[in-house]
């Protein structure tokens, strides 16, 4: 069974679209977050939820807009698509614990490409 | 300042050799987490393991091996007898304690791309 599951895989979109990416969790945690990684393989967080709650936001252009309905869920929606917006998103969730979040468990990456 | 430093962008050996990837971090906390995951050609990201920063011990899985030194800031992994399947970009991480400016991120340096040759 999937712990952290994300669609779509692959996004293929013309430049000024606007869409969405899904991620679910079924590893019952209360927090999750949204990755980016560039074609260098750097890896920089974008958003983080907390029992659905915004808890990080980074230097992100608010053409970004996370979404959490649920613990288990947290959305990412882009607006008038860039051509730099062009990466692999990655969702993760982990778990709050005493002060600390445990290891963050990946989804398998959207690879979005703005053409 | 990067709080994760991983010098070797790239690492080639030969099947079998055993290869050291370094880690080095920078924080002011006494408490934190260091992680290393490994993200294969595939893409997807695969938690290897999570070391307390009071737990000095050396751990072992199997081939892999992690070497954690406060004194000097690192936490070096290890692959021994290494194998094709072991090609990877490695990527060290830093989480330190829940407080306004951190809140659970991962700080992750840039990774190390492995290859193994046959």
Redesign the interface.
């Given at each position: 069974d999937t712990a952290v599951s994300q669609t779509p895989k692959y996004l293929v979109t013309q430049m000024g679209n606007d869409k969405s990416i899904k991620c679910e969790q079924n590893l019952g945690h209360d927090t999750m977050y949204w990755y980016k990684q560039d074609s260098k393989k750097f890896l920089k967080i974008m958003f983080s939820y907390n029992n659905k709650e915004l808890i990080i936001n980074e230097t992100v252009p608010n053409r970004f807009s996370p979404k959490s309905p649920d613990k288990a869920h947290l959305n990412l929606h882009i607006n008038s698509l860039e051509l730099g917006d062009s990466a692999v998103y990655f969702c993760a969730s982990s778990q709050r614990l005493a002060g600390f979040y445990n290891e963050q468990f990946f989804g398998p990456g959207t690879r979005l490409t703005v053409l | 300042a990067q709080k994760v430093t991983q010098a070797q962008t790239e690492i080639s050996v030969v099947e079998k050799e055993d290869v050291t990837l370094d880690c080095v971090y920078e924080t002011r906390d006494t408490?934190y987490?260091l992680?290393w995951?490994k993200?294969p050609p595939s893409?997807?990201?695969?938690?290897l393991i999570?070391r307390n920063s009071f737990d000095e011990q050396n751990e072992i899985s199997g081939r892999y091996s992690w070497n954690f030194q406060k004194s000097t800031s690192s936490f070096n992994f290890t692959i021994t007898a290494s194998q094709v399947v072991d090609s990877a970009?490695y990527?060290c991480a830093l989480?330190e304690?829940?407080r306004g400016s951190t809140?659970?991120?991962?700080y992750?340096g840039?990774?190390t791309?492995l290859t193994v040759w046959p």
């Amino acid at each position: 069974d999937t712990a952290v599951s994300q669609t779509p895989k692959y996004l293929v979109t013309q430049m000024g679209n606007d869409k969405s990416i899904k991620c679910e969790q079924n590893l019952g945690h209360d927090t999750m977050y949204w990755y980016k990684q560039d074609s260098k393989k750097f890896l920089k967080i974008m958003f983080s939820y907390n029992n659905k709650e915004l808890i990080i936001n980074e230097t992100v252009p608010n053409r970004f807009s996370p979404k959490s309905p649920d613990k288990a869920h947290l959305n990412l929606h882009i607006n008038s698509l860039e051509l730099g917006d062009s990466a692999v998103y990655f969702c993760a969730s982990s778990q709050r614990l005493a002060g600390f979040y445990n290891e963050q468990f990946f989804g398998p990456g959207t690879r979005l490409t703005v053409l | 300042a990067q709080k994760v430093t991983q010098a070797q962008t790239e690492i080639s050996v030969v099947e079998k050799e055993d290869v050291t990837l370094d880690c080095v971090y920078e924080t002011r906390d006494t408490t934190y987490y260091l992680f290393w995951y490994k993200q294969p050609p595939s893409g997807e990201l695969v938690f290897l393991i999570r070391r307390n920063s009071f737990d000095e011990q050396n751990e072992i899985s199997g081939r892999y091996s992690w070497n954690f030194q406060k004194s000097t800031s690192s936490f070096n992994f290890t692959i021994t007898a290494s194998q094709v399947v072991d090609s990877a970009v490695y990527f060290c991480a830093l989480s330190e304690a829940d407080r306004g400016s951190t809140l659970g991120r991962l700080y992750f340096g840039r990774g190390t791309q492995l290859t193994v040759w046959p």
